[in-house]
C-alpha cells in the first residue's frame, strides 16, 4: 500500500509505540536544538539504568508495533546497552510479530560490525543523518562525515540485512547552491534508499546558527529559495518513485517510519528518555529535559492533549486528517475560505489536505487563532 494513503493512516492511528532518547553525541551541530549533549559518553551506563527503570516503572499497555531510538546518535553507544533497553520494552509491553525497531545512526560513527550486531538485536531500520553530499555544505552544517562515508554506511546496513535505510538530507544553507542541492538528492537517490528525508534548516534560538545569524555573521535561509528547493527534490525523489507521505518524508511502499507516522496521525505512544514526551490516555508527559534531572528521577510534568493537536499532527501528512468539529470550524472560517481560494486547503472526502504543503505552518497558525486562549504544545516525537 502507497504510504500517503488514507487507510495506512487510519491503521497508524490504532499503533501503539515508543520512543527512546538517547542524547549521547561526538559534537552539536550548530543548528541542532534537539536535547543532546557532546561529551558526555561515560554517563551512557548510568542512563541505560535509568532508562531501563523508567520502562519498568510505566503501567502495561500491550504490544508495541514500532519502537524509534532517536537522538543524539543511538548507534553511538555499546550495542549492549541498546540491547537492554529492547529487551526491558519486549519484557513489559511485548513487541508485536514484525514490529519496526529503527535507530538513528551518523556515517562516521558507522561500521560491518556495529551494523550487523544492530540486526541481530532486533533492529530493522536504520536512519542516517547524510543532510549533503557537497563537502563544503557539510563543513558549514557542522558534520563530521565525508560523502563516501555516507555511501559506505548504506552499503554496509544493506550487507548487514538492514530492512529499511533512510536518508535525512537538509536544504537551505546560505552557502548551498541549487546545482550543489540537485546533486545531492541526485546522489542519495542513487544509492536507491527505502525512505528519504528532505528538511529545510531552521534557525532556532539558543543554537550557535541562531547566534550567528542574530550577530549578522551569516544571512538567514531565503524562504525562496528553500522552496525552490523543495520542489526539485520532490521532482527528483519521485521519478526515483518514492512517495511523499508527509511534508518532508517520502517512502518506498511498505518503508514508512511506522512509528513517526502513528504519531503524526494521532496514535498514542510512549516516550522513555530525558525530555521524551508520551501521549497516554489522553493526556501529554513530558520528561525532564537536562539529563543530570532525569538521572535523578525527578517526575514528569503532565498536560491534557485536545483536539487542536491532532489537527495540528495530522495536517502534515499527505493523506490529511479527519476534519472534525474544529476542521469544520477551520474550513468555515474567513481564513479557512482565503485559503481554500489560494489552492492551500483542501477537501477529500471528512479529510482535510494541506494541498501546497510548504505553507503547512500557515493553515496551523490560522488553526491556533480559532482558539488562542489555550496553552502551546510542545511536542516532540521525533523524526526520521
Same mark, same amino acid.
Given at each position: ?86 529487551? !526491558? *520494552?519486549?519484557?513489559?509491553? %511485548?513487541?508485536?510479530? &514484525?514490529?519496526? @525497531? $529503527?535507530?538513528?545512526?551518523? #556515517? ?91 528538511? !529545510? *534548516?531552521?534557525?532556532?534560538? %539558543?543554537?550557535?546558527? &541562531?547566534?550567528? @545569524? $542574530?550577530?549578522?555573521?551569516? #544571512? ?92 495540528? *499532527? ?71
Amino acid at each position: 500500500m502507497s504510504p500517503d494513503a488514507p487507510e495506512l493512516v487510519d491503521a497508524a492511528s490504532r499503533l501503539r509505540s515508543a520512543y527512546v532518547h538517547i542524547p549521547f553525541c561526538a559534537a552539536v551541530c550548530p543548528y541542532c536544538d534537539f536535547n543532546v549533549v557532546s561529551g558526555a559518553d561515560h554517563l551512557s551506563g548510568s542512563y541505560v539504568d535509568r532508562l531501563v527503570a523508567e520502562i519498568g516503572d510505566e503501567p502495561r499497555w500491550g504490544s508495541l508495533g514500532a519502537v524509534f531510538f532517536g537522538g543524539g546518535t543511538p548507534s553511538r553507544i555499546d550495542p549492549g546497552l541498546l540491547q537492554r533497553v529492547l529487551e !526491558a *520494552l519486549a519484557d513489559r509491553f %511485548g513487541l508485536e510479530p &514484525g514490529a519496526e @525497531v $529503527s535507530l538513528e545512526a551518523n #556515517p562516521e560513527d558507522w561500521d560491518p560490525e556495529r551494523a550487523a550486531r544492530l540486526v541481530e538485536l532486533g533492529f530493522d531500520r536504520v536512519s542516517f543523518g547524510a543532510q549533503s553530499f557537497d563537502p563544503q555544505v557539510l563543513t558549514a552544517l557542522g558534520r563530521r562525515h565525508e560523502p563516501t562515508q555516507i555511501e559506505e554506511a548504506v552499503r554496509a546496513a544493506r550487507q548487514a540485512g538492514f530492512r529499511s535505510v533512510n536518508l535525512d538530507l537538509i536544504f537551505g544553507h546560505p552557502i548551498e547552491t541549487l546545482q550543489s542541492w540537485e546533486t545531492t538528492v541526485a546522489r542519495a537517490v542513487e544509492l536507491e534508499p527505502d525512505h528519504l528525508s528532505t528538511y !529545510a *534548516l531552521t534557525v532556532e534560538r %539558543g543554537t550557535a546558527l &541562531g547566534r550567528w @545569524v $542574530s550577530a549578522g555573521l551569516l #544571512p538567514p535561509p531565503d524562504p525562496d529559495d528553500q522552496a525552490d528547493k523543495w520542489e526539485v527534490a520532490q521532482e527528483i525523489i519521485g521519478s526515483a518513485g518514492l512517495v511523499r507521505y508527509e511534508v518532508s518524508n517520502s517512502a518506498r511502499p511498505g518503508h514508512h517510519c511506522r512509528y513517526n507516522l502513528a504519531v503524526w496521525a494521532g496514535a498514542e505512544y510512549l516516550g522513555f528518555g530525558a525530555g521524551a514526551h508520551s501521549y497516554r490516555n489522553g493526556r501529554r508527559r513530558r520528561n525532564p529535559r537536562r539529563i543530570d534531572a532525569y538521572l535523578r528521577g525527578l517526575p514528569p510534568a503532565e498536560d491534557p492533549a485536545d483536539e487542536r493537536e491532532r489537527l495540528m *499532527l495530522g495536517l502534515r501528512l499527505a493523506a490529511g486528517v479527519r476534519a472534525g468539529p474544529l476542521g469544520e470550524a477551520l474550513w468555515d472560517s474567513p481564513e479557512g475560505a482565503r485559503l481554500r481560494e489560494a489552492g492551500v486547503l483542501a477537501r477529500r472526502g471528512d479529510r482535510l489536505v494541506v494541498t501546497r504543503p510548504l505553507l503547512t505552518d500557515h493553515v496551523v497558525r490560522a488553526l491556533w487563532e480559532l482558539q488562542p486562549d489555550q496553552q502551546a504544545l510542545a511536542v516532540s516525537p521525533y523524526e526520521c
